[in-house]
């Protein structure tokens, strides 16, 4: 009862014109961090955190919040619209979300979109609200283990990612794990494979590898294909999902929910292998597994629902231990020092006014960003509808300018360019895009964490600390599931 009488005064401290005028405006500059190429959730919140200084910690904390929250989604609409993740984690909205757009239904996959990640917010903040510490404490128990077993079930979803191929699906996967390689050993300072050039020391940098292997290759293969693109752009339509298809895809929506908060919970993970998990579920759980890839509502739901969560659930360890959950949580921490607020228990005790607020807001934000969403839709279905000849150009801008604000170099944006070209090749011989990014973003966690648990003891310890075992088994099921579920499909199908 106490946690509902402190949720209450909350939302009665944010119900004034400033705060809402606040919240609104960090949901719009969220949504355009998202949309922008190279602008990650991480650095929306760093580039505002000195506009905050003047403010309240208040006001500070729920705009910072809001651009935090508003800036997963925002990624999820250039995904959907023109085959470009404006964030990591809206990779996985590529799949099934730009699929119905090359089907001419945009509208259908946009709403869903915006329709699973305020469901998606909304659970991870209550989630946030009620669990905060018991689930903080359990992500503490992550050591070296889970996180290599994490990256493990993290890879075996090659199985969700590929089209029927697993080969090819796993060679892509080993081209972004081989990739991960350049640049130096975390452990030894070495430097591996840069071949002399002093911008590898640091490795590939992952926007540009992002941009590259889905915008670039996907202009490359519409100008080889002009006449497939012209045929698909005559039936653009805005129609939104209906109330029934939404609603017949429920269990999507709270599994990718749940699922996404609890990874968001565990230091590290974020919201790219939450959406990646959550997709691979969402396809294992469903009755039409074989639409997924294809332009299924569920996929797109799934990304959605789980990106959002996973926000909450990266609050959980920086709001009670003051540990970051995400990149986006730890410029999250600067600012709560800076504004004299100490994250940890004491926070709770000392400013439970400022934290339910903050609780209260998050609430308002993902109905603020619904409704924004919902009517800029519109908006980015007739930015679809145009010309390709005007679109691709526009899309190599901004994929250029994505590239290179990430560092300042033009190497970024030739890097874009040589990965633009890689996913060209790799698309126009059936091979999967996807796994690439999945080996580039999984590869380091489970290389030094491998490495880092060797050092704790010898093999076993993969196999005597429960979470670990539990997740390596669970990998093994996902990664073989598909593969055993299609022999007895065809075995039944002989049958009959």
Known sequence: MEI??????????????????????????????GVLPGLSPAMGVALLVPFSYGMSPLNALILLAAVYSAANYGGTITAIAINTPGTPSAIVSTFDGYALT?????????????????????????VLVFFSVPLAKAALSFGPPEYFALAVFGLTIISSLSTGNYIKAFIATLIGLLLNTVGMDPFTGYLRFTFGI????DGFSFIPALIGLFALSEIFLSIERSDTVKEVLKKVSGKMPRFSEMWKIKRAVLQS??????????????????????YNEAKRSSKNPDQFG??????????????????????????????????????????????????????????????????ASLFVAYFVMFFLGMAGNQLWIKIIAAP??????????????????????MFDVWSCLGFGVLGWLLRRYDFPTAPVILGLILGFLAETNFRRALLMGDWNIFFT????????????????????????????????
């Open 4 to 33: 509902f009488t402190h949720l209450a005064d909350g939302f009665g401290n944010i119900f004034d014109l400033t705060s809402l005028f606040i919240i609104a405006a960090g949901v719009i500059m969220g949504i355009l961090v």
């Open 102 to 126: 090359k089907q001419g239904q945009p509208g259908r996959a946009l709403g869903a979109s915006v329709m699973a990640s305020t469901v998606g917010g909304i659970l991870g903040t209550v």
């Open 198 to 201: 002093p911008e590898l020391a």
């Open 257 to 278: 929910s749940v699922l996404g908060t609890l990874i968001g919970v565990v230091p590290g993970a974020g919201a790219t292998i939450a959406a990646f998990i959550a």
């Open 294 to 359: 294809k332009g299924a509502l569920e996929g797109v739901a799934a990304s959605g629902a789980a990106t959002s969560g996973s926000v909450g659930g990266a609050l959980v360890p920086l709001l009670t231990l003051g540990i970051p959950g995400s990149a986006a949580t730890a410029v999250l921490i600067g600012a709560l020092i800076m504004h004299g607020l100490t994250p940890g228990p004491e926070l709770f005790k000392d400013k439970a006014i400022i934290v339910y607020s903050l609780f």
């Open 388 to 409: 390709k000849a005007v679109l691709n150009p526009i899309i190599l801008a901004i994929a250029f300018i994505g590239s290179y604000s990430v560092g300042n170099s």
């Open 465 to 496: 600390r429960p979470v670990s075992l539990i997740m390596l088994i669970l990998a093994a099921l996902s990664l073989f599931w598909p593969i055993i579920s299609a022999y007895w499909k065809k075995r039944k199908e002989v049958m009959e």
